[in-house]
């Protein structure tokens, strides 16, 4: 159920701006950290996006028709009947090893109970059956780095950003950016991948200034405002949690709160960034 939060109607004060005189260090990522509330897509926003809501499979048969097991499965997922979807995409898996949607979905289901390990293995199981399924990569990409294998995912994002264009090429940008920086702290060789857009005065090209140096917090919430509805709120979802990562790879922890927090403000916790701003939230809290 997504929560209402008033929009933000007025450029960030410098208390919410950047402390630039810090001093840069890397960010502190516990090598062993359990992956909760983690909320992946299935559409062409996908998991990555960075912008991720969860998908809801329409059942478009008659209602006298007998449900496929996939189908059957996104039901359980949707009624979060954990257990029931794993069975179902289990059964189809047995039955159609070739099929990247059953794993894929199979996939998902372990990663909402929380079974990261497993979640991985079957996303890889649906990448092997389908090496262009940017779904199953931007989900396998997500979990490898909120489990610190920055590497391995900035790869499943690399992928990404082969295969595709648009916004969901844009986002796996931004991942593999952070996947870069947390792995080396070579921020020179993360922002030459920002070099593959030209997007960067429009969204979410901006994110990509930002994050050069080139666009102050400002221009992103003006950016953010120019928006309105639903596009709005997931504006201020997703750009608030990429602003909230800059913070963190510049050593700024309390401007880093505030972002996640704002992230969560926006109440689109259907999205991956509020999950994820949840989970940098209580490490921050252990610090």
Known sequence: ???????????????????????????????????????????????APAIEPDTVIEDQQPIDAPRSRIDQGWAYLSDHAYDQAILEFTKETSR???SPEAYFGLGWAYEKSEQIKLAVTNYGKAIKNDPTHVNALFSRGY??????????????????????????????????????????????????????????????????????GASSPDHVVAAINNASGIERKTRECVGYFFMGQQRLLVGNMRGARKFFQKTLASGMSNFRQFGAAQIELARLSEQ
């Open 1 to 47: 159920v997504e929560t209402s939060s008033q929009p933000i109607d007025k450029p960030l004060t410098e208390d919410e701006a950047v402390d630039q005189g810090e001093a840069v260090l890397e960010p502190s990522v516990p090598d062993t950290e359990p992956v909760t509330q983690i909320e992946p897509t299935e559409n062409t926003q996908t998991i």
């Open 96 to 98: 159609n090893p070739d």
């Open 143 to 212: 979990l490898r780095y909120y489990e610190s294998q920055f590497d391995h995912a900035d790869a499943d994002f690399r992928t990404i950003i082969e295969l595709e264009k648009g916004e969901l090429h844009d986002y796996a940008l931004l991942w593999s950016y952070m996947s870069i920086a947390r792995s080396s702290g070579d921020t020179a060789q993360a922002h030459s991948r920002f070099s593959q857009s030209e997007t960067h005065t429009q969204w979410p090209g901006i994110l990509f200034s930002y994050f050069m």
